[in-house]
């Protein structure tokens, strides 16, 4: 007995496992020449899209970062200013107070409120600043992102939503 026989006997049809063979070789044939190709080249080009987006975030990131040191700095240049104020407003108050007690006790104190309100407005100043910077480098992250550009009312909305 041999082994096609004994393959007969349990069904396997060698003419039949061939016909199977050549449809499948073309037809990986067929897939290999026109279906893969194509596939391939949506997959470089969406990873080139994916590396080119994560590349625009670490730049818009470093970028936030830099804005937010800036509004650090501008702070703590504003802490400072107000630190020289208030301190020259003190020796100020402590000449006054050898001349005239109660007189230099009113201007202290007025030259204290000044000086904080000058601290007040120079940190809404500084962080309106901020926000607005902020506002606009998301936009333009976005905009390069969505590749759609924001009309200036949306991006007024934006500002105003964001500065709450």
Not at 36 to 53: D, S
Request: charged share 35%.
């Amino acid at each position: 007995m041999n082994i096609l026989d004994i393959l007969a006997k349990i069904g396997f049809d060698w003419r039949m496992a061939a016909a199977q063979l050549v449809n499948f070789l073309i037809i990986y044939y067929l897939v290999k020449r026109y279906l893969f190709p194509p596939l391939v080249k949506a997959i470089q080009e969406r990873q080139k899209t994916i590396e080119e987006g994560v590349n625009k975030a670490k730049e818009a990131e470093t970028k936030l970062m830099l804005a937010s040191q800036e509004y650090e700095d501008r702070l703590s240049e504003a802490r400072a200013k107000a630190r020289e104020i208030i301190n020259s407003a003190y020796q100020e108050a402590e000449e006054i107070t050898k001349q005239a007690r109660g007189r230099a006790e009113i201007e202290a104190k007025q030259m204290i409120k000044a000086a904080q309100a000058e601290i007040d407005k120079q940190r809404e100043q500084a962080e309106r600043e901020l926000r607005a910077y902020a506002v606009k480098l998301a936009t333009l992250i976005a905009e390069k992102l969505m590749r759609k550009s924001i009309d200036e009312q949306t991006q007024a909305q934006i500002i105003k939503e964001l500065s709450k």
